[in-house]
T-cell receptor
Framework: NAGVTQTPKFQVLKTGQSMTLQCAQD?????MYWYRQDPGMGLRLIYY???????DKGEVPNGYNVSRLNKREFSLRLESAAPSQTSVYFC??????????FGDGTRLSIL | QKEVEQNSGPLSVPEGAIASLNCTYS??????FFWYRQYSGKSPELIMS????GDKEDGRFTAQLNKASQYVSLLIRDSQPSDSATYLC???????????FGSGTRLLVRP
């Protein structure tokens, strides 16, 4: 998925540590999204940014913060990681009513 | 009540058969509908999008939308083992461009 780049691809944290997941796009799309995916749960929206300068909470925002740094970049921060935040995190981008396009994901384990 | 419902499966079909995947949604004013395919350990990739009632065909894939009955389906003709994956239904339900995802249906195509 050359258009949406997520870093890192894998990360292991200890409970209480903080980290930032990065997402960058070269598709020039206005909207960006952060999801988490847990087994049997589908994709759940954490936060989204409809356009540069705006962010809004999704379905499961507790324990997370986001920053829309510019049109290209949207980061997700875990201030104090908890084992319940062990998941696969996907960033997606979208333009208007078009489909969303996903990055390759970040696999995060919290011990 | 979950807003987008899918049977978790697995749906098992023999190679060459038609696979039929179904999705129901709760909001009558939903406007846009998408099917994504997700291989194990990979990110979702768009298969089909459909915006109006009726059928839309793309190669071996056909999406069917019935807004009155609030369901959308995906037919895969001449199923191949490489079609074995989880298929996610996504629905745009309000004036924002956010998508609500179902939990996915796992498809197994037997050689």
């Amino acid at each position: 998925n050359a258009g949406v780049t997520q870093t890192p691809k894998f990360q292991v944290l200890k409970t209480g540590q903080s980290m930032t997941l990065q997402c960058a796009q070269d598709m020039n799309h206005n909207s960006m999204y952060w999801y988490r995916q847990d087994p049997g749960m589908g994709l759940r929206l954490i936060y989204y940014s409809a356009s540069e300068g705006t962010t809004d909470k999704g379905e499961v925002p507790n324990g997370y913060n986001v920053s829309r740094l510019n049109k290209r970049e949207f980061s997700l921060r875990l201030e104090s990681a908890a084992p319940s935040q062990t998941s696969v995190y996907f960033c997606a981008v979208q333009e208007s009513n078009q489909p969303q396009h996903f990055g390759d994901g970040t696999r995060l384990s919290i011990l | 009540q979950k807003e987008v419902e899918q049977n978790s499966g697995p749906l098992s079909v023999p190679e060459g058969a038609i696979a039929s995947l179904n999705c129901t949604y709760s909001d009558r004013v939903s406007q846009s509908f998408f099917w994504y395919r997700q291989y194990s350990g990979k990110s979702p990739e768009l298969i089909m999008s459909i915006y109006s009632n009726g059928d839309k065909e793309d190669g071996r894939f056909t999406a069917q939308l019935n807004k009155a009955s609030q369901y959308v389906s995906l037919l895969i003709r001449d199923s191949q083992p490489s079609d074995s994956a989880t298929y996610l239904c996504a629905v745009r339900m309000d004036s924002s461009y956010k998508l609500i995802f179902g939990s996915g249906t796992r498809l197994l195509v037997r050689p």
